[in-house]
């Protein structure tokens, strides 16, 4: 059963528009929740991310994303997108599989192409 | 701060050659682990390690083995290379599973 499904595989916006990437999880249970991006011939790096406390949380270069824990989500915006942000975004997410063993699964990814 | 760093960062072999991928740390992280990436299917766990003298395997552990004598060092050998393995590899670290991941710039390995 997938753990991690992010829900776009392509999003392709227009520069200084709005982006949301959407990112839903399978559990029942408290988790850790991170977005990474990965620009052309790189490695991962991190966005942000959410271990405990408000649920809005906010990250490196304008990126935003809320915990909602009755959806099971935790969606990525950001209000503005610039031509840099051309990258694939990676949802993951830790699971705990007993009282200290946990499991770190990432979603598929979602490319996101910044047109001018 | 060097991170995490992987060599090689490309490698061509031939079906059934061997080879061992190089991953080093250098902030004293326990977890570490390799993934693989493959077009539409994100990364997936291919071996894990919690600490010096533990691994276990991932998702995709079959054609691979690790070992870790070593808190900086997690290597990972391909037995006898296939087609199948050809793939972008990266080895991350951090102090735990739950914390974030570091990330190396990833090994490109073609095999014919």
């Known amino acids: 059963a997938q753990s991690v499904t992010q829900l776009d595989s392509q999003v392709p916006v227009f520069e200084e528009a709005p982006v949301e990437l959407r990112c839903n999880y399978s559990?029942?249970?408290?988790?850790?929740l991170f977005w990474y991006v990965q620009y052309p011939n790189q490695g991962l790096q991190l966005l942000l991310k959410?271990?405990?406390?408000?649920?809005l949380v906010k990250g490196i270069n304008g990126f935003e994303a809320e915990f909602n824990k009755s959806q099971t989500s935790f969606h990525l915006r950001k209000p503005s997108v610039h031509i840099s942000d051309t990258a694939e975004y990676f949802c993951?997410?830790?699971?705990?599989?007993?009282?200290?063993?946990?499991?770190?699964?990432f979603g598929a990814g979602t490319t996101v192409t910044v047109r001018a | 701060n060097a991170g995490v760093t992987q060599t090689p960062k490309f490698q061509v072999l031939k079906t059934g050659q061997s080879m061992t991928l190089q991953c080093a740390q250098d902030?004293?992280?326990?977890?570490m682990s390799w993934y693989r990436q493959d077009p539409g299917m994100g990364l997936r766990l291919i071996h894990y390690?919690?600490?010096?003298?533990?691994?276990d395997q991932g998702e995709v552990p079959n054609g691979y083995n690790v070992s870790r004598s070593t808190t900086e060092d997690f290597p990972l050998r391909l037995l006898s290379a296939a087609p199948s393995q050809t793939s972008v590899y990266f080895c991350?670290?951090?102090?735990?599973?739950?914390?974030?991941?570091?990330f190396g710039d990833g090994t490109r390995l073609s095999i014919l």
């Open positions: 991350a670290s951090s102090p735990m599973v739950n914390q974030p991941q570091h």
């Open positions: 559990s029942s249970v408290s988790v850790y």
């Open positions: 959410y271990l405990s406390g408000s649920t």
């Open positions: 993951a997410v830790t699971l705990p599989r007993s009282s200290n063993d946990y499991k770190l699964s």
């Open positions: 902030m004293n992280h326990e977890y």
């Open positions: 390690s919690v600490g010096a003298g533990i691994t």
